[in-house]
Nanobody, 121 residues
Framework: QVQLVESGGGLVQPGESLRLSCAAS????????MGWYRQAPGKQRDLVAA???????NYEDSVKGRFTISRDNAKKSVYLQMNSLKPEDTAVYYC???????????????WGQGTQVTVSS
């Protein structure tokens, strides 16, 4: 069974850093773009950062210069380094990936279960 598993969330103080990881597992033929989304209470799920299979990244404006997305294709993983965290970054963070799986006929988007990030003094 194909799944994405996130790790690395937690409680930190403003100005501190966290690194989120997300690993894909299962019978995967290829991985396209991968990304991180976040959802705060009462709000919609929004894109934070995404990275193509070739390594081109894009970011939501509020995290530019503070967050860095990267991926390791050999490990089928995507990472989000979050520096200078602010209280407004508090949310559940979800990774997603565009996967072509064994037995599939086209690419599909898969989601992880989410990891909580809380920034508070």
């Amino acid at each position: 069974q194909v799944q994405l598993v996130e790790s690395g969330g937690g409680l930190v103080q403003p100005g501190e850093s966290l690194r989120l990881s997300c690993a894909a597992s299962g019978s995967i033929r290829s991985i396209g773009s991968m990304g991180w989304y976040r959802q705060a209470p009462g709000k919609q799920r929004d894109l934070v950062a995404a990275i193509t299979s070739g390594g081109t990244a894009n970011y939501e404006d509020s995290v530019k210069g503070r967050f860095t997305i990267s991926r390791d294709n050999a490990k089928k993983s995507v990472y989000l380094q979050m520096n200078s965290l602010k209280p407004e970054d508090t949310a559940v963070y979800y990774c997603n990936a565009d996967l072509f799986v064994v037995g599939g006929r086209y690419n599909q988007i898969y989601w992880g279960q989410g990891t909580q990030v809380t920034v508070s003094s």
